[in-house]
């Protein structure tokens, strides 16, 4: 995870949300384009330069009692608009681990 | 088992009260995340990629019947019902609510469990051989000197600060199950000519991104030396130790940079000023530890009794039996380890209802008492050679006879891309797939003892470096490749493996493993020369044409 302050250096390459882990329970959440959070990735706010992603970065990390480690990742946008994660570990963030759990949830 | 004293039940549950506030404030948010991050680490809180972990001590591998049922119960009630037993003997939940931690750390803590000093820049939980206390030809029960250094370094203020973790693992056979060599400090008991116990001290030891086998800092450190020499190596490490560079801060660095001579100069120096101090142990502290240490009142039974040559006819026992059944240092008992490894499973994983029935069967078969080692399988030390076919039948039941340890699909895998935020890649399914490959036990038995340890990142937390076969994820454009080593080792002899080749993508990790294991059936000398012989005899070479001359 890289921190805000070396993502300020960081030019974004495309579409990319802001997400982080819910203070109280350690859950993935991404910020929302109503200044909230939203475990759904589809409900995530959408920047595309990176003027915006900054901008959508700090106004997450200012939220320090909410979430945790706030960093703008990479997604993909389908032709239908659906937001996809843009890498593995954004993708297991995202569904949850790739193997069976011991215990059935 | 060692039986903890009012000093011991009042600094955990003190220490519970205390992150039960710090808690409070941060939830509140009168704590940032930035101020309450080390204190959270200090109680073996990590944020993971999904969820909060709680990193949960075991010192020296010991558990009560009762510690694990209670185990079992916080991962019930607190987590998703199942923990993943650890390299380093502890047990992590993984998806523990932060509000709820406190809670956790509290039912453990009525137990004599805590999770101090599982992470951080301090001293961490002081590892042994699981075996400790009943192993065959043991010089002395090695935990009793882990306690003198659990007690010692917990909370010690001079080294909770430390340039980086720092961790230190003991054993006291011939054989070593707690892989010293790759320890901060490793300390091997054993007697010198005069016939005085005392400690070979290796110190520099490590895996992750620089990996070191320890150098032996002093071949004879007398047991009331103990503290004073382990106090000196740390002030060293204190004083000179790089804070500037977090991949250059671990002592292993200091040693290779100084040069063990050096090093071991300024250790002297230091050792000096406190040799005949405060910490000289007498024997009556020594003794106090070792008197809160008991014992089971051991029956006087036979070796081969009844029940064990009647089960010896059913050959998925004896197949069993020769895997997982261990001598004993008293006649009539056996050691037993239980695999945490089931085909398709993920290593070190036990559910709650496993830890439940496991410690039911110690009660039953073990005198309440249960062992964790650090290839992530559990044992019950003290079992009654009479018992083993009906211990036997009752693990069956659970999932926990699997006859694979020390086989190729006894793998030490940490948790990886799935749960790890450090992680490049994943390992959990890696091994998953490598234990379906060589599910046929009968195959695994031909192949003979050969460890595999994938790791999910160059932290090395599955131990991969010191491997038969290692493994290790790394990130390539987006992708999952591994890097394969071979020929590396844990024990007397550690070894760091050698790479074998280019990394290769997720999809052909298990061929590749394959591949060599068939190069190694094929070029053996004999059934009985092991894979890391063949190896060492050999070298890379063969390996490495059989894997990449089709790739």
Known sequence: MTSPLEQKKIRIAGPSVVTANRTWDGVVIYRSPQHGWSVELSDAAIVRTSDEARALLAESAADDVGAIGAYIAPVEISDTGKIKPGNLRERIRSKGITIDLPVPA | ?551
């Not at chain 2, 600094?11 to 409070?24: H, T």
């Not at chain 2, 720092?166 to 199950?177: C, N, P, Y």
């Not at chain 2, 037993?336 to 070190?348: A, E, M, Q």
């Not at chain 2, 091994?431 to 003979?448: K, M, P, V």
């Open chain 2, 1 to 551: 088992m060692y039986a903890y004293d009012e000093l011991d039940r009042t600094l955990i549950n003190e220490r519970v009260s205390e992150f039960r506030d710090q808690v409070k404030r941060r939830l509140s948010g009168e704590l940032t995340e930035d101020e309450f991050k080390m204190l959270r680490l200090q109680n073996g809180v990590y944020l993971q990629l999904h969820a909060y972990m709680l990193r949960v001590a075991i010192p020296y591998g010991t558990l009560s019947s009762k510690q694990l049922r209670r185990l079992a119960h916080v991962a019930r009630r607190y987590d998703r019902g199942y923990g993943h037993f650890t390299t380093r003997q502890n047990i992590q939940f993984n998806w523990i609510k932060l509000a709820e931690l406190p809670d956790a750390l509290a039912d453990l803590a009525e137990v004599g469990i805590h999770a101090m000093q599982t992470s951080g820049n301090n001293t961490r939980n002081v590892t042994s051989d699981q075996w400790a206390g009943v192993a065959p030809g043991e010089i002395e029960d090695p935990r009793i000197w882990s306690e003198l250094l659990r007690q010692y370094t917990t909370l010690h203020p001079e080294f909770s600060f430390l340039p980086r973790k720092f961790k230190f693992a003991i054993t006291a056979s011939a054989h070593d199950r707690a892989a010293i060599k790759v320890h901060d400090i490793g300390l091997r008991l054993h007697k010198n000519a005069e016939g005085e116990t005392g400690f070979e001290v290796l110190v520099g030891g490590g895996l992750g991104r620089t990996p070191f086998i320890g150098k032996t800092i002093k071949p004879f450190v007398p047991g009331r030396d103990l503290l004073s020499y382990v106090e000196a190596i740390l002030r060293v490490y204190n004083q000179y130790g790089r804070r500037d560079n977090i991949y250059k801060a671990r002592i292993k660095i200091l040693v290779h940079e100084l040069g063990i001579e050096k090093f071991a100069q300024e250790v002297e120096q230091e050792w000096l000023a406190t040799r005949d101090s405060a910490l000289t142990l007498d024997d009556a502290v020594v003794e106090e530890i070792r008197s809160r240490f008991t014992y089971p009142a051991y029956e006087k039974l036979p070796h081969m009794p009844d029940e064990l040559k009647k089960a010896a006819h059913d050959p998925d026992f004896e197949t069993w039996r020769k895997n997982s059944v261990a001598p004993h240092k008293v006649p009539g008992y056996a050691i037993v380890t239980l695999s945490l490894k089931p085909v398709g499973g993920p290593p070190g994983d036990a559910t709650a209802d496993q830890m439940d029935a496991v410690a039911d069967l110690a009660d039953k078969y073990s005198f309440g008492e249960i062992r964790v080692g650090h290839e992530q399988n559990l044992a019950l030390p003290h079992v009654a050679r009479r018992d083993l076919p009906v211990l036997w039948r009752a693990l069956d039941k659970v999932g926990l006879a699997t006859p694979n340890v020390n086989l190729v699909t006894d793998i030490i895998a940490c948790p990886g891309l799935d749960y790890c935020s450090l992680a490049n890649a994943r390992s959990i399914p890696i091994a998953q797939e490598l234990t379906r490959r060589f599910a046929n036990h009968d195959t695994a038995n031909l192949i003979g003892r050969l460890h595999v340890n994938i790791s999910g990142c160059i932290n090395a937390c599955g131990h991969h470096h010191v491997g038969h076969i290692g493994i290790l994820g790394v990130e390539k454009n987006g992708e999952e490749f591994y890097q394969i080593t071979i020929g590396g080792r844990a024990d007397e002899h550690a070894a760091v493996g050698t790479l074998i080749g280019p990394a290769v993508p997720y999809g052909e990790v298990a061929d590749v493993v394959e591949d060599i294991v068939e190069a190694y059936l094929a070029l053996r000398e004999r059934p009985d020369e092991l894979f890391i012989d063949a190896v060492k005899r050999l070298g890379v070479e063969p390996f490495r044409e059989r894997v990449y001359a089709t790739r």
